[in-house]
């Protein structure tokens, strides 16, 4: 009678402690693959980052391009509106100031 509340103890503890071994595993596993999706998910904003940095970068770069562009643009339309005077006229208006 003993024997069997023995083996029945020990059967009984057996089961829990293999329960609890699974439990601790499977906890072990879930918190190891958190781990992963949240490095992942890390470096996927510091890749994000990254590339809005340089598309912000490249969108600078376009708009000093473009202004340099349209300075350009009035600099010749100036030049063409007030064609530069003849030698001669620049010469006879200083003249006229003296």
């Known amino acids: 009678m ?18 609890g071994m699974v439990t601790i595993v499977s906890a072990q596993d879930r918190d190891r693959d958190q781990l992963r999706t949240d490095q992942l998910q890390d470096k996927d904003k510091l890749q994000t980052r990254d590339r809005l940095k340089d598309q912000d970068q490249l969108k600078d770069k376009d708009q000093l391009k473009e202004q340099e562009r349209t300075r350009e643009r009035t600099r010749e339309q100036t030049r063409t509106e007030r064609p530069e005077r003849p030698q001669h006229e620049r010469a006879e208006r200083s003249g006229q100031g003296h």
């Open 2 to 19: 003993k024997s069997r509340i023995m083996l029945s103890i020990a059967v009984a503890a057996a089961m829990l402690l293999s329960v």
